[in-house]
């Protein structure tokens, strides 16, 4: 536990240190251009090209210069909301939650996917593992992409402390774990045998089978955590309601515009735009405070 805490609270120390800087030139309120953040889920130079329509359909729709920017990560991207260099961020739950307690950032909007706008992490077993229940799993070696991961690591993690009593899954449930990098590489583990379960998003294999033909043989769901809300469309508090609002409905008709979904869909995987409110990520919160302990964010 002690590992994914000082990775979250290092990644926090980041953000705040970055609340403290200045902001970014313009007056508060209606700027003269905006910047809207990415983090690549593909080549950066590919992701530039590809939201670059969506930026000047944006602009044009609001009256004003909006730029596509592909940011490293999510923990470069909510620091540069935090210094309102990025005015709307694509941000996951996890991410939401952080540039919102830091920052005032407001959730406006989140992806629906397959009819939903939330989704779950699941666990991934092989199917002739004998492995029937979370029981079964103690002792074993468990592969996970990023101990900062939402579906990936911290619902999945706080399942098992939550269900079994432990303050550290990896050490105290576990027998031995196992840091993939993605969720790819999670799921691959456990087909492998490099791994006895693996924590990804639902699901993950889909996106596998042309690889690996036979993972949805060789491999099987064992059982979900409880639902998480996708992932968002967030803005600065610098940006006044209005803006906000001409904002909020313009991303909202481009459910309308086949060629906007398109791209969404190219970059993200959204199928839809719908809206969301901060208290859908109360869950997120929730599960976030258990690794943090009693340790604040505002005492560092």
Known sequence: MKKILSIILA????????????????????????????????????????????????????????????????????????????????????????ANQEHDVEVILKSERFGSGTYVAQYIVGADSGIESLDDLEGKTWAYGDPTSTSGYLFPAAQIMDEFSVDDPETEFFGESIQTGGHDQSAIAVLEGEADVATTFDDVRTGLEEDYPDIMEKTKILTHTKEIPNDTISVTSELDDELVTEIKETFLSFNDDEEMIKIMNEVYNWDKIIEAEDSEYDVVRETYEKFSDDISIDDM
Do not use: H, W
């Not at 730029?67 to 991410?95: D, H, K, S």
């Open 11 to 98: 990644a926090a120390t980041v953000i705040i240190i970055a609340g403290c800087g200045d902001s970014a030139s313009g007056d508060e309120g209606n700027p003269e251009s905006i910047v809207m953040g990415f983090v690549p889920s593909q080549e950066s130079d590919t992701i530039a090209d590809t939201v670059e329509p969506l930026a000047d359909k944006l602009s044009e729709e609001l009256g004003i210069e909006v730029e596509g920017r592909v940011m490293t990560n999510y923990t470069a991207l909510v620091e540069a909301m935090g210094t309102n260099e990025v005015q709307i961020g694509f941000i996951p739950a996890f991410g939401y939650v952080l």
